[in-house]
């Protein structure tokens, strides 16, 4: 089945430790998104790709970078997480004007 | 700008009971309308959604209608289940990629 796949599902690092989160799509879908989703909260866009172009929201810290380096293939990038970064990241594709769909998330614990 | 403003939970209800969960929205142009659910740990799913005014989306005995006149899209339901319990979540996406997503309504079917 045509589907978002993230992995880990669960990814525990250390309090400055770089992590990646990576995200692989069967959909071929043309945008892909990253959100963060803390307890009980919407989630909260950090950035998405139109094709290779990447657009940030103003309020996504500095720490969190994105990379997709083909359609398939998404990676967020945590350079320093802190505790405040512990949360639920989700992945998530569209096409352009149309349903977006979810992957499963993955939980980052920050110790 | 565009928003979305979500009824405050949580909800708990009886099983069979009748659901309502309200959903309003302000937005630039013709936005399509979305619900989405989330199981516990686990990604957002699409439950149903309309792409214009006066349309009714609808999946598993949920519906909502795409009510322009009153910028709405509440979510119903008839009966509910003990296996519906989780977060709901309105959202809208105006022209573009991006969505904007309400807060959730947490629902807790009770035997």
């Known amino acids: 089945d045509a589907m978002v796949i993230q992995n880990p599902r669960y990814q525990v690092t250390q309090f400055g430790k770089p992590v990646t989160l990576s995200c692989s799509q069967t959909?071929?879908?043309?945008?892909m998104y990253w959100y963060q989703q803390k307890s009980s909260q919407a989630p909260k866009l950090l950035f998405h790709?139109?094709?290779?172009?990447?657009?940030n929201e103003a309020d996504t810290p500095d720490n969190f970078q994105s990379r997709r380096p083909n359609t398939s293939f998404c990676f967020l990038d945590i350079r320093s997480p802190g505790l405040g970064d512990a949360a639920m990241y989700l992945c998530?594709?569209?096409?352009?004007?149309?349903?977006?769909?979810f992957g499963p998330g993955t939980r980052l614990l920050v110790l | 700008g565009n928003s979305v403003t979500q009824m405050e939970g949580p909800v708990t209800l009886s099983e069979e009971a009748f659901l309502t969960i309200n959903c309003t929205y302000t937005?630039?142009?013709?936005?399509?309308l979305f619900w989405y659910v989330q199981y516990p740990g686990e990604g957002l799913q699409l439950l149903l959604k309309?792409?214009?005014?006066?349309d009714k989306g609808s999946n598993k005995g949920f519906e909502a209608t795409y009510r322009k006149e009153t910028t709405s899209f509440h979510l119903e339901k008839g009966s509910v289940q003990v296996s519906d319990s989780a977060v709901y979540f309105c959202a809208l996406k105006p022209t573009g990629n991006q969505f904007y997503f309400g807060t959730g309504t947490s629902l807790t079917v009770i035997p």
């Open positions: 309309a792409t214009k005014a006066d």
């Open positions: 790709y139109y094709d290779k172009d990447f657009n």
């Open positions: 959909l071929n879908h043309n945008v």
């Open positions: 937005a630039t142009g013709y936005p399509s």
């Open positions: 998530a594709t569209s096409t352009f004007r149309e349903t977006q769909y």
